[in-house]
């Protein structure tokens, strides 16, 4: 038998890792953002780091949603994964394949914006 004292110790630490909890759960469900924060692709080439983060509004450079997700609609955020549409060997010719389309969007952003790797190990570090 526990002696009330030990009882009215454990009733308060539950309370109290209780309020902890919500509270943490509230703070981290109001920060959740709409795009995960950090991608990682693994191929052949090595793995490739993408952070929606340095690529976005927050950042400090105007890049929009839809510059990346060309078929996004005003007002969307919720977009289909690239390899919805881009399959590895598309069998249509107007639709680049997943590689292509990665590559071209990345690149030449990079490129014609002076910013970003456009080098094959500096995208490809793992
Ligand atoms: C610089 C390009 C770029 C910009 C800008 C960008 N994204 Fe993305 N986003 C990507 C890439 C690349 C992926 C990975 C797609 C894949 O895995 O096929 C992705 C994935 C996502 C996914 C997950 C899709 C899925 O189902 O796998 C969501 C949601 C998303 N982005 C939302 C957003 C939102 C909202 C914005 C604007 C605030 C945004 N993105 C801006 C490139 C971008
Ligand atoms: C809902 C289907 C769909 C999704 C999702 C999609 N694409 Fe596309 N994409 C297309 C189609 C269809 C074309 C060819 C016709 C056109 O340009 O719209 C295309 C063309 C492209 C092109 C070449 C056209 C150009 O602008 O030079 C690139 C690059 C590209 N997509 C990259 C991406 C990337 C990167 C993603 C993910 C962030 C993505 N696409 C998501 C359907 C899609
Ligand atoms: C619309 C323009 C644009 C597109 C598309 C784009 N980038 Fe970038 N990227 C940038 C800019 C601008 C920076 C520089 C950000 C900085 O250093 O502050 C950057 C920086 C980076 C960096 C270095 C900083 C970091 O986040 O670690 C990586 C890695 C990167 N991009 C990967 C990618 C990949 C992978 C894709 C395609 C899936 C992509 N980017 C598509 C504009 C773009
Ligand atoms: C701006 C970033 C970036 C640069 C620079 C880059 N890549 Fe990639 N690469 C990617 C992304 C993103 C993918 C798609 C990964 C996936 O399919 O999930 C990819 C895919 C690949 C693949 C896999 C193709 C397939 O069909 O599976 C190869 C091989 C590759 N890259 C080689 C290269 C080479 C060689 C260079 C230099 C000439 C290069 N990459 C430069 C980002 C980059």
Do not use: W
Request: charged share 25%; hydrophobic share 30%.
């Amino acid at each position: 038998m526990k002696s009330n004292k030990e009882l009215q110790i454990a009733y308060v630490l539950a309370i109290i890792l209780l309020v902890v909890g919500v509270l943490s759960y509230s703070a981290f469900s109001a920060k959740t953002p709409d795009q995960p924060v950090r991608l990682m692709f693994k191929c052949v080439a090595g793995k490739v780091l993408f952070d929606h983060k340095t690529h976005t509004a927050e950042s400090g450079y105007s890049i929009s949603c839809s510059d990346c997700h060309h078929n996004l609609e005003e007002g969307e955020t919720k977009p289909q994964a690239c390899g919805e549409c881009h399959e590895a060997k598309s069998q249509d010719e107007d639709m680049p394949n997943r590689s292509d389309a990665f590559h071209s969007q990345c690149i030449d952003c990079h490129k014609e914006g002076g910013a970003g790797p456009e080098k094959c190990a500096s995208c490809h570090v793992m």
